[in-house]
């Protein structure tokens, strides 16, 4: 344009941002790396014939988070002109798994993944009404949560409900023809060693 001494005030900048709805964000994920259309597709089309086939009681939807247990707010009230200073920010951590179904009748066991293979609070106690496992980072691992996952297909095949497996093969995740599970593999989460890192629950208490 051939202009060089040109400035705008931050009044300006704030109303002409208002004018045309432009708004500050931060960039996050990579949603540019995946094709909308197949996602558009497969929530408008694919998944609402899945969900037909069962009652809402046999539709499930789980998700992991996690619980910053020492981390305090980041926001506080002090008088003005006076500053607001942190320290640093402590990591401990747990990782929990929550499923349950569509109607809520069924609260899948939570699933909690630790620091501490023997956490103090478990001192003396016989039973908790969750699946505790540990590693260094607290986190869930693929190995963890696919051995969560046979758990809750074997509980649903008792119960006869459709399992995953088959969930699965109708959302074309697995092959139609993918083998059985191995036997050995039919048995309680809570005795199986994930990696070198992940503590079962059984050991907690020996």
Known sequence: MGVTDMS?????????????????KVISGEAAAVDLGVVDNWQTTTLPEILKQYPPSHIYNGDESALFYKLLPNKSLVMKGDTCHGGKRPKGRLTFMACTNMDGSDKVELLVVG???????????????????????????SNLFTQWSKKLDRRFKRED??????CF??????????????PKDDIPLSQLVVDEDDIPLASLFQ
């Open 8 to 24: 705008f005030s931050a009044g300006w900048l704030t109303s002409w941002k208002a004018t045309y709805n432009i708004s500050s």
């Open 115 to 141: 620091r501490v293979w023997k956490p103090r609070c478990f001192k003396n106690v016989k039973n908790i009404p969750l699946d505790y496992h540990a590693n260094n980072k607290a986190w869930m691992t």
């Open 169 to 182: 093969k109708k959302a074309k995740f697995v092959p139609q023809d993918d083998p059985q599970d191995d």
């Open 161 to 166: 409900k459709k399992t995953i497996v088959n």
